[in-house]
């Protein structure tokens, strides 16, 4: 840990493909999706430090002639995982991605960039990507965690209050888009005959098994077994986000102005949604509080953000104890795939015992137990 009393962060392998080829072969691409004249020349072209590990992000700047004069244009190019990258999901479906973003901006006003082109086809550059328009905002960082110290952190009480009231109106709206399974077929899954929330969490439990590659999780095994245990009366179908959290937002004067990161997309209960930003945050604070910090307990709080989601639909979450124990779940996932990714990269070490790579096993217990949450 370093004298700030903040974790040590390693550097994480994001990328292990070649940019100035990359560029190049984008170059050669762009013209096939103008008009002939438009002679698009990249005049800036840029991989962020914050790239995530379940795709790359690329930030362009490209100039083309229409209209009969020059015109410049900010955009984002997202690109699939090279398969030498250990990527963090079994399956990524960028195309999914592009038409469900398309569709939110259709049926909602929740903001998200245009999107521009779609290219499922590897020739191009050697996987699947889709290219939107760039949003300027600012995001809560997740490197080093926003409660450390941000912008978040910086804000007054009234400007966070205002922040998680325009958040969570975002997936309101959601609840909104009319007959969510045939409006958004193509996150449905029919063949299984489950509803959509059992197919959801055998998605999820798939998923541990890809990655731990059949070794598993004792923790979430049990975890697993709990929430079949427990089953819910299961709510309402709609249209999951499936990231749902502040730090997939881009913020301007605390509201969202851009919503991003849907390749999580699916139909669901809206509690899952709901679950996972509340959860999101409080390991965050968790975690902050683990170091001797003092953590964030009055931001995005559970019964603050079930009450305003009452207040923007007129919908009372139910059985919220089991969608934050799935949450949980699901993020201890997360954690099984990045640290056996880290390890392939030399980066970390396996622990003998494959549950403590799991940052928040100690919730997850505590979870079950019952006792967590008081």
């Known amino acids: 840990m370093s004298d700030d009393n903040k974790p040590d962060v390693p550097k994480l392998t994001t990328s292990t493909r070649d940019r100035a080829v990359m560029r190049s072969q984008l170059e050669g691409w762009l013209p096939t999706q103008l008009p002939a004249d438009a002679e698009p020349v990249i005049t800036h072209f840029e991989a962020p430090e914050s790239n995530g590990m379940s795709s790359e992000t690329i930030l362009l ?29 079994d399956t990524y479906d960028l195309t999914k991605q592009f038409h469900t973003m398309r569709l939110i901006g259709e049926y ?22 889709f290219i939107m328009g760039r949003i ?16 978040i952190t910086e804000a007054t009480d009234e400007e966070r209050d205002l922040l998680t009231r325009s958040s969570v109106e975002v997936l ?16 449905a899954n029919p063949s299984t005959g489950d509803s959509p929330l059992r197919q959801h969490v055998a998605a999820s439990r798939a998923w541990l098994d890809w990655s731990t590659a059949g070794e598993g999780s004792p923790l979430l ?19 999951s986000w499936g990231d749902a959290r502040i730090g997939n937002t881009m913020y301007r004067d605390f509201e969202p102005v ?9 139909l669901a209960p809206a509690e899952v949604d709901l679950a996972w930003f509340i959860f999101l945050h409080r390991f965050f604070d968790d975690l902050t509080v683990s170091f001797g910090m003092e953590g964030m307990p009055d931001f995005i709080r559970r019964d603050k953000v079930e009450a305003l989601y009452t207040e923007f639909t007129g919908y ?36 003998e015992d494959p549950d403590d790579v799991i940052m928040h096993r100690a919730t997850i217990e505590a979870m079950m137990a019952g006792t967590y949450w008081t």
């Open 316 to 351: 009372t979450p139910k059985d919220m104890d089991w969608y934050l124990m799935y949450a949980a779940t699901r993020h201890g996932i997360v954690f099984t795939r990045t640290t056996r990714r880290a390890v392939h990269f030399g980066e970390a070490e396996m622990p």
């Open 108 to 129: 909602t006003d929740i903001p998200v960039p245009e999107v521009l082109w779609d290219e499922p086809d590897s020739a191009a550059l050697g996987a699947p990507f």
């Open 258 to 266: 851009a919503v991003l990161d849907w390749e999580m997309a699916a």
């Open 61 to 89: 700047d490209v100039d083309w002639a229409e209209g009969g004069e020059r015109t410049s244009h900010q955009l984002v190019m997202r690109l699939a995982p090279a398969e030498d990258s250990f990527p963090v999901f």
């Open 221 to 239: 095994e049990r975890a697993f077994q709990w929430l079949d245990d427990n089953w819910p009366d299961e709510s309402p179908t709609i249209v």
């Open 136 to 151: 300027d905002g600012i995001v809560p960082p997740d490197v080093m965690p926003y409660p450390f110290g941000s912008w």
């Open 172 to 187: 309101a709206k959601l609840r909104a888009i009319p007959d969510p399974e045939t409006t958004f077929s193509l996150l």
